[in-house]
């Protein structure tokens, strides 16, 4: 009776979770070694390359992400690591596995790299911007997707230059233009439309360059309007949206100053909120100028909006500022301001024609980086 309960030997028993550590361990005894002792010597015969593509090819995918992350850093620019080997590692899930074979591995597949520009994380990004050499398909996913840090490599490589292309990529983004401005101008990446458009996200010292630009594209289109230096008397229009943006502003209502400064500028909703932060005071100022606003209700608008945190001395330069910069200046900022909102699209000047006294139009659309990505993946796999 006994002997009947013994184990059937026929079916071998399955292994418990203590032998399949075991075995883990087994793995960990072997590949992590046999890695050491493969970048300890700079040339292997082929039978070595051979044991070692074998021993990989089946342990790495079991090795868990100590020992990966090791082996990665060990092999990362050893001349002889095999192809497969160098491919695997910079596939891995892991993105601190990944990082050192993307940035060392000279023989990895372009769409491998287009495909970590795209799809990051950031750590994978900056390994492929500092790889020795670079396509162009590469630059150009990076110039797409990368965040700073990873562009800042890019702008710091003394061997890599960036076309037009990808300049011109760089230069539609805001967020780099906030953190890289400087950076870009010192490449001449930046032209007086690029910095008109971006006005809202330079640096403070680029500001005073678009002004000038601006300065400069008013003088050009006066020279070349017969009568353009001409002053106009105020369209009716525009007088009401200036007097509804004082009501609206006395009553800090911020929601509707932002509608109205959208209906009669041709903003985006998300420039008009942007233009009432707090850092875009200046921003607001030459809106407000180029609605034809003068200085007294631009006092007023000011305070109302930003005054209770913005200081005194601000405050003044705000208004002498509105007193220098050109009506046309004005405009032409807020016109480059447009063709960022809606891509490149002829932006209209005359803003006071699109004051709607009730009803909001609503602004255009932007596709958003993620979408972009999208379209990007989906233009490669065709």
């Known amino acids: 009776m006994r002997q009947s309960q013994s184990l059937n030997p026929q079916q071998p028993p399955s292994k418990s979770p203590r032998d399949k550590r075991s075995?883990?361990?087994?793995?960990?005894?072997?590949?992590?070694p046999a890695t050491e002792i493969f970048v300890g010597r700079q040339k292997h015969d082929i039978e070595e390359k051979r044991i070692f593509l074998e021993l990989a090819r089946n342990l790495l995918p079991s090795a868990n992400v100590e020992d990966s992350r090791q082996i990665s850093a060990l092999l990362a620019g050893h001349p002889e690591i095999p192809d497969e080997v160098q491919e695997a590692l910079a596939?891995?899930?892991?993105?601190?596995?990944?990082?050192?074979?993307l940035r060392h591995s000279p023989c990895l597949p372009v769409d491998l790299l287009v495909e970590s520009?795209?799809?990051?994380?950031?750590?994978?990004?900056?390994?492929?911007?500092?790889?020795?050499s670079l396509r162009e398909s590469v630059i150009s996913a990076l110039c797409d997707h990368a965040e700073a840090s990873a562009i800042g490599i890019l702008l710091g490589r003394e061997d890599l230059t960036l076309n037009a292309t990808h300049k011109a990529?760089?230069?539609r983004r805001s967020d780099i233009i906030a953190s890289l401005g400087l950076e870009l101008a010192a490449q001449d990446a930046l032209s007086p439309d690029g910095l008109m458009g971006q006005f809202l996200y330079l640096p403070a010292p680029l500001k005073k360059q678009a002004i000038a630009a601006a300065e400069m594209t008013s003088l050009v289109?006066?020279?070349?309007t017969p009568g353009g230096t001409m002053p106009k008397r105020p369209e009716t229009n525009r007088l009401r949206l200036q007097e509804a943006l004082v009501k609206?502003?006395?009553?800090?209502?911020?929601?509707?100053?932002?509608t109205l400064l959208g209906q009669g500028l041709g903003l985006s909703r998300s420039s008009c909120d942007l233009l009432l932060q707090q850092d875009q005071?200046?921003?607001?100022?030459?809106?407000?100028?180029?609605?034809?606003?003068?200085?007294?209700?631009?006092?007023?608008?000011l305070i109302r909006m930003l005054g209770e945190e913005t200081p005194l001395q601000d405050l003044r330069g705000l208004l002498r500022m509105h007193r220098t910069l050109s009506h046309g200046a004005a405009e032409a900022l807020v016109a480059q301001w447009i063709l960022h909102d809606q891509g490149n699209q002829k932006p209209s000047l005359?803003?006071?024609?699109?004051?709607q006294e009730a009803g909001t139009r609503k602004p255009a659309h932007k596709k958003t980086f993620a979408k972009r990505g999208t379209d990007v993946r989906k233009k490669s796999a065709s």
């Not at 596939?91 to 074979?101: K, L, S």
């Not at 609206?248 to 932002?258: G, V």
């Open 23 to 32: 075995a883990r361990a087994d793995n960990r005894n072997i590949l992590l």
């Open 91 to 101: 596939r891995h899930t892991d993105p601190a596995t990944a990082a050192p074979a």
């Open 117 to 132: 520009a795209q799809n990051g994380p950031e750590i994978l990004r900056k390994a492929v911007a500092s790889r020795p």
């Open 169 to 171: 990529k760089l230069c």
């Open 221 to 224: 289109k006066q020279a070349q």
């Open 248 to 258: 609206e502003a006395l009553l800090q209502n911020r929601r509707r100053f932002a």
């Open 281 to 301: 005071a200046e921003g607001l100022t030459i809106a407000l100028k180029a609605l034809g606003l003068p200085e007294f209700p631009t006092t007023t608008i």
């Open 350 to 355: 005359r803003h006071s024609s699109q004051y």
